[in-house]
């Protein structure tokens, strides 16, 4: 076995993985955290909760559309410098970020905060998941996955401390603590990661179960690529659909009439749905990774989507019983969050390696599109008096996206990675190309 060979299946890489979980790790309470913050804030400068919570909306946009600033600057500098010292200026503006926020005393100052925090959030997601499905091209669902559910219940081993120490010595002591502690050890870990050099981590064998592509696509290319943008499409359209019910949850309970409703050791149904859903939102990701590994991305997409679109329609017409509601609201977190891992790895597969940061960044701004989607549920909702159309409107998004894995996006991708493979052998064309068959 080739040394390269080998070292793909090392455990180097592994160290590698552990490192970028790490990191989305201490960067997960920016999002997940914030809500702890609130409460206090409005408390000792008297700002509306809608002003306060104006800081995270700009964080959640710069998080999700700076993403592809970061993946280029790491693609620009390179496998052994571009991942150091993107993460490493990441975690010095997450550090910088809360010490603003220990200190503000303006709403923008609390704006300015948001928009540091946004920005190196941003580099340190667009590293780590270029990361993962660069060491990963026989595994990409699965440590995309991991990679991941680090950023979705990373939030989980600092929620506890981060409440205690706000009750004990104030919430500007605790964003100054957490933010210099957190941005320190992003600061050291950075200097732990790299991307494989060319020729390290080499493909799997070919398979019509997980096609790949070993022409790599420039950004430019890609955006030209009909594949792309069926991709984006398809992420926008479950992202939104997801984002339109659980955005929703505590109003939807509340209106089903069970919000307060005991279910299990006293605690209210909401309650146990926001658990249930949550442990489900970061267990799909590494689960449907790993599961698209084995069978390939689209017979997953339609396993997913499949099941999600059946969840929606079921939490409409079964709700109102506090165990089904929990069940349903259950499925739609498992079969939403894993977007996060399958259309990266779908990307990556489709326009290779060489500029998977900057590609899955780019594509992980339909994040952001999706969010823009979400006022419609409550427009849905006040004409029609119930919340079963949206859940109906909800339903159709998935059920659609799993008609377009089958009969639009497989075949198209085949399509594409047989052309870039004949132009890869063709006189002349290499990877720099930027004009390849199959790509207006």
Same mark, same amino acid.
């Given at each position: ?127 780590c998941v270029g990361n993962a499905v660069k060491w990963f091209p026989d595994r ?13 219940? *990373? ?23 957490? *933010?210099?502690?957190? *941005? ?14 060319? *020729? ?44 339109? %019910? ?37 267990? %799909? ?156």
């Amino acid at each position: 076995m080739p040394a390269e060979a080998r070292l793909t299946r090392g455990t180097h890489r592994w160290w590698q993985l552990v490192f970028g979980v790490v990191c989305m790790m201490l960067i997960a309470n920016l999002q997940y955290g914030w809500t702890l913050f609130v409460q206090p804030i409005r408390q000792a400068h008297g700002w509306s909760v809608a002003e306060i919570q104006l800081a995270f909306s700009i964080f959640i946009a710069l998080e999700t559309w700076l993403t592809p600033a970061g993946g280029a600057l790491v693609d620009a500098l390179g496998p052994r410098r571009g991942p150091k010292l993107t993460v490493a200026l990441g975690g010095l503006l997450v550090g910088i970020a809360w010490v603003i926020n220990a200190y503000a005393d303006s709403l923008a100052m609390l704006y300015l905060g948001a928009v540091v925090s946004g920005v190196g959030a941003g580099f340190i997601y667009a590293t780590c998941v270029g990361n993962a499905v660069k060491w990963f091209p026989d595994r990409r669902g699965l440590a995309v996955g991991l990679t991941a559910a680090g950023f979705g219940a *990373g939030a989980a081993v600092t929620v506890i401390p981060i409440k205690a120490m706000i009750a004990a010595s104030g919430y500007q002591h605790t964003f100054l603590v957490f *933010g210099i502690a957190q *941005g320190a050890i992003l600061v050291a870990v950075a200097w732990l990661l790299r991307t494989p050099d060319p *020729g390290e981590a080499l493909p799997p064998s070919p398979s019509r179960k997980l096609p790949q592509s070993l022409y790599s696509f420039t950004p430019r290319q890609m955006l030209r690529s009909p594949v792309f943008w069926l991709l984006y499409v398809m992420f926008v359209m479950v992202s939104s659909s997801g984002l339109m %019910a659980t955005a929703q949850l505590a109003l939807i309970a509340s209106d089903f009439g069970i919000s307060d409703t005991a279910l299990f050791l006293g605690a209210s149904t909401l309650a146990v749905a926001l658990v249930v859903d949550n442990v489900m939102n970061g267990a %799909a990701r590494p689960f449907f990774g790993w599961v698209s590994d084995q069978i390939g991305r689209e017979p997953t997409m339609v396993i997913a989507f499949t099941i999600g679109g059946a969840s929606y329609l079921l939490l409409g017409s079964l709700g109102a019983n506090p165990w089904l509601f929990v069940l349903f609201a259950g499925l739609i977190f498992f079969t939403w969050g894993e977007i996060f891992s399958l259309f990266p790895s779908t990307c990556t597969d489709a326009f290779g390696p060489k500029y998977a940061t900057v590609n899955t960044s780019l594509l992980y701004t339909a994040k952001g599109a999706s969010a823009l989607l979400v006022p419609f549920a409550n427009i849905i909702k006040t004409a029609t008096g119930s919340w079963y159309a949206v859940f109906a409107v909800a339903a159709a998004m998935n059920f659609i996206v799993v008609i377009l894995a089958l009969v639009v996006l497989r075949p198209l991708r085949f399509r594409q990675a047989r052309a870039a493979s004949e132009a890869m052998v063709e006189p002349g064309l290499n990877g720099q190309s930027e004009a390849i068959p199959g790509v207006r």
